[in-house]
């Protein structure tokens, strides 16, 4: 930092102010400076993150090419080995004509059996279909069956709620004079007693 000659108190001293101004001034080019570095270190930072973005993008289509390079090596290490596998069925050639000629001639048999298979499935196809007619006719037959037994189930439980309800108002009844029934036969008692007594006293006569 340059040199910066302060002037002197009158009692001693430097002068305020110019110690102020001294250090806002020395504020200032701080700043300045730590803003130009911080301007400087993000430009560089941009700069590194292109540089990785682009050796990024090398790498990847280095890569690739090294892909595409083992893949070509590969299918020209199977056409090779198929042209030597190639060679080595030449031999073969005579065998494989005579099994086409064997095959042409077992083409009718093999055209009838697969119509005989085309008719035992076409059977086999009526088979389910009449099987699953028959189970659709027993369980509609089932559920026709339920549904009465069901009608009459519920008729019966009718009737025996009703015969019940019945019951329980007799018997509420002979509940009823059941309970009225001691005095009833108090009554009863005491009538007969009056009248044993009636019985047992002789009326006077009537001219005493």
Same mark, same amino acid.
């Given at each position: ?7 002197t108190a009158a009692f001693g001293g430097f002068d305020k102010q110019d110690v102020m101004r001294y ?21 560089? =930072? ?14 990847? &289509?280095?890569?690739?090419?090294? $892909?595409? /390079? ?9 056409? $090779? ?43 086999? /196809?009526?088979?389910?279909? =009449? ?29 025996? &709620? ?12 002979? &509940?009823?004079?059941? $309970? ?12 007969? &007693? ?6 047992? /006293? ?7």
């Amino acid at each position: 930092m340059e040199n910066y000659s302060f002037k002197t108190a009158a009692f001693g001293g430097f002068d305020k102010q110019d110690v102020m101004r001294y250090i806002e001034q020395a504020s200032e080019k701080a700043a300045a400076v730590q803003r130009s570095l911080e301007a400087e270190n993000e430009a560089l =930072r941009k700069e590194i993150q292109t540089l990785s973005q682009r050796l990024q993008d090398a790498e990847t &289509e280095s890569a690739a090419l090294l $892909s595409r /390079c083992e893949g070509f090596q590969k299918t020209q290490e199977e056409a $090779s080995a198929a042209r030597a596998e190639l060679e080595t069925l030449r031999p073969l050639e005579a065998e494989a004509a005579r099994l086409r000629a064997e095959a042409a001639a077992l083409r009718p048999d093999a055209q009838a059996y697969a119509q005989f298979r085309e008719r035992l499935g076409a059977i086999e /196809c009526e088979a389910r279909k =009449r099987a699953d007619d028959l189970e659709t006719a027993s369980a509609r037959q089932m559920k026709k069956t339920v549904d009465s037994f069901r009608i009459q189930y519920d008729a019966l439980m009718r009737t025996f &709620e009703s015969a019940a309800v019945h019951v329980t108002e007799e018997l509420r009844k002979i &509940e009823v004079s059941l $309970s009225q029934l001691p005095r009833v036969m108090d009554r009863s008692g005491a009538e007969l &007693e009056q009248l044993t007594a009636g019985l047992e /006293c002789p009326p006077e006569d009537a001219g005493s």
